[in-house]
């Protein structure tokens, strides 16, 4: 929610600026509300920790080092 002083001097900034900045400003704003991250908090995925056997974590560790590896001339 925006303060209502923030709100206003938004405003009065805003019809001072000709057409073409106002929807400069409009652009940044959207590409600011984009920007932001989406998903979970870290600290709501730490009753999961543990969650996955060590055996297995070694499998997808071994799995994402292999796929890490170039072979130039395998094509």
């Known amino acids: 929610m ?17 057409p073409s900045q106002q929807r400069q400003v409009l652009d940044f704003a959207r590409a600011l509300a984009a920007s932001r991250p989406r998903g ?7 009753p999961l920790a543990g969650a996955i056997a060590a055996d297995d974590l070694a499998t997808i560790s071994q799995a994402v080092a292999d796929c890490e590896e170039v072979d130039a001339h395998g094509w």
């Open 40 to 46: 979970v908090a870290g600290r709501d995925l730490l």
């Open 2 to 18: 925006v303060s209502p002083v923030l709100e206003l001097q938004l405003r009065e900034h805003l019809n001072n600026l000709p």
